[in-house]
């Protein structure tokens, strides 16, 4: 946690960076690049995205980074519940929103957990849908059953989320 000084204000200078918080912003900046691009040209999902587009989005991400992990969040955790709401405003107005699925056999889910706690704190648009039993990647999901439920989850999600 930043430095809270004698005076009461946090060090500008100073950042604390949980390790989940970089990795899930990198994972979702890796995942919309995929998707904008060679996902979207394989598939012939339509025209290029244009630029602005990819600017907000990648915007967005940076915002959702400042605010978990900047001098806001260390003021919002232990000093100023106007920091806190600030902090809220930053993320759910400029943050995109972000759908994360797991399996809680990952060696990653702990970590993936703990950013979603994060991310439920600051009121960031989110939503974790783990799959029971299962490793990590999508890759090992096929062919089970009990986990095919979350190519549905993912398509309602988007089609929600792309329809605000």
Do not use: C
Not at 33 to 53: I, N, T
Not at 70 to 78: E, F, K, M, T
Request: charged share 15%.
């Amino acid at each position: 946690m930043g430095a809270i000084w004698a005076s009461g204000y946090t060090a500008l200078g100073e950042w604390s960076v949980h390790p989940s918080i970089p990795f899930g912003v990198g994972a979702l900046l890796a995942l919309y690049a995929l998707a904008v691009g060679p996902l979207r040209e394989a598939r012939d999902l339509g025209p290029p995205v244009p630029f602005e587009q990819w600017l907000s989005f990648v915007t967005g991400a940076v915002v959702l980074f400042v605010a978990l992990t900047g001098p806001v969040h260390d003021l919002s955790d232990s000093y100023l519940f106007s920091a806190h709401m600030i902090q809220h405003l930053m993320i759910t107005l400029l943050a995109p929103p972000l759908l994360l699925i797991q399996g809680t056999k990952d060696e990653l889910h702990a970590g993936t957990v703990a950013y979603a706690g994060r991310l439920k704190q600051a009121g960031a648009r989110y939503e974790l849908v783990l799959l029971d039993g299962a490793p990590h990647g999508t890759e090992n999901w096929a062919g089970h059953a009990e986990w095919e439920f979350y190519k549905q989850r993912m398509v309602d999600w988007l089609n929600a989320t792309l329809r605000k």
